[in-house]
């Protein structure tokens, strides 16, 4: 297997593992939004002083990733999210020109 096809397993897997945990398997919940969040980018959450400024995140971060407006996130919109997050990491060409 190439690295790319390891690393779109990987991306759906991880997508699998977190949308499971409630009883549709096929979309992630705010809850399982919340879940994935804590385990993978623990520093999102972090410093929300309490309760109700974790669930605005949350809140927020779906809203901002359902495209279809069913209130979950779909394996798409997984991947959109995945693809968000790669290129925040990673110098675009803009910032190489300066
Ligand atoms: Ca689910
Ligand atoms: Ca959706």
Redesign the pocket.
Known sequence: MTNLLISMEAVRKMFERYAKKDEDAT?ISKGELRAWLQAELPGYLQDAENEQEIQHRVDKLMQN??????????FL?FIDFVNDLTLVRQPGPCQDAK
Request: hydrophobic share 15%.
């Open positions: 979309t990733l359902d495209e279809d407006r069913d209130g979950e996130m779909n919109e």
